[in-house]
């Protein structure tokens, strides 16, 4: 009890003895406190400086500030971002590497154009690659003769079917390179004169290198009958003409085997591709004008036809329909 006694009388003694010090101790404090603050708002308004120290305080601040997260955890710009005037903006997008390929591609007519203009209504495409000239090449002028024979309903090698057009020819078999020179327009010249035909079907031997078989009625046209065999020149024509091209599947044609022709192209055909899940592939013609896929492969899919100027058409997936000749509504340019 003595000792708890003495604490007690103890304590009164020492808060008697600091009461007259703390008081001035936080007077002090205080008024030194107010003066920081209003020398930082003095220095910090519009127009007022502050030393390196405060500058770093005062960015790590509006730092802190900035980076306030959203509703969503995610940072979000503050108001006194949208207070701060903007630079110029710069939003409208750069060019690329490719823009100006683009434009020149939409800006400069492809050799495709003369043809997709003449065919409206075209669903399918066009672009053009490398020439792809066999035996029988644009520009070329060719030595041979000419003999004549009787083309019945018009039908031959070239498979085309019978037609009523008789201004037509068999081709040398060297010439006739597989059936590449089917549907080739010739311009044949004979002492001053000149006939057009289409190349139907094939002169094999004794045909000779150069020689054209032309149907009597053309044959007629250059000389008469009865001198049976002619010099001549000849050379390939890229003429005009209104058809489009057809596609016909062959007979016995199915999604497991097909055979493909094109039929009223302007230009000699090149090669015959069809679309399938690895890209284009390159069917292989035969002597009687149709592009065989032994395996089904592309039956029924998109086709890609090649002239031998190197322009290449796309057609649209077409229904296998055997001996159905359908339309395109495109056509080859004119050279």
């Known amino acids: 009890m003595a000792s708890s006694s003495h604490r007690r009388r103890s304590q009164p003694d020492r808060e008697f003895q600091w009461r007259p010090v703390r008081g001035p101790l936080f007077a002090v404090a205080a008024v030194a406190a107010v003066a920081l603050i209003v020398t930082l708002v003095v220095a910090f308004r519009p127009g007022g400086s502050s030393d390196t120290g405060s500058d770093r305080a005062v960015s790590a601040s509006s730092s802190s500030s900035s980076s306030e997260a959203g509703p969503s955890g995610t940072a979000t710009e503050t108001d006194s971002a949208s207070q701060t005037p903007s630079k110029p903006s710069s939003a409208a997008p750069k060019p690329t590497a490719s823009s100006p390929a683009r434009a020149s591609a939409s800006a400069t007519p492809s050799a495709a154009s003369p043809a997709r203009r003449a065919a409206s209504g075209t ?11 066999g035996r029988i090449r644009p520009g070329t002028t060719y030595d041979g003769v000419a003999t004549s024979y009787d083309v019945g309903n018009g039908d031959g090698a070239c498979s085309f079917g019978p037609t009523d057009d008789v201004m037509t020819a068999a081709m040398n078999t060297a010439d006739y390179e597989t059936a590449k020179a089917c549907g080739a327009y010739i311009s044949v010249h004979a002492g001053g004169k000149s006939i057009t035909v289409r190349i139907t079907n094939e002169c094999p031997a004794p045909c000779a290198v150069g ?3 032309l149907s009597r009625q053309a044959f007629a046209k250059l000389a008469p009958l009865s001198a049976g065999r002619i010099p001549i020149t000849w050379s390939l024509l890229s003429p005009a003409t209104s058809d489009t ?10 999604q497991y085997w097909c055979g493909i022709q094109a039929i ?3 230009n000699p055909l090149a090669r015959l591709e069809v679309r399938t899940s690895g890209g284009w592939l390159a069917l292989t013609r035969t002597g009687y004008n149709y592009f065989l896929s032994e395996q089904g492969t592309g039956c029924g899919s998109e086709i890609r036809l090649t002239d031998i100027y190197g322009e290449q058409l796309t057609v649209p997936a077409l229904a296998v329909r055997p001996d159905v000749a359908q339309q395109t509504g495109l056509q080859f340019a004119r050279h």
């Open 245 to 254: 091209i057809s596609i016909r599947y062959k007979t016995g044609s199915t």
């Open 211 to 213: 020689q054209l078989d």
């Open 264 to 266: 009223g192209h302007r």
């Open 123 to 133: 669903a399918g495409t066009s672009t053009t690659t490398a020439p792809a000239a």
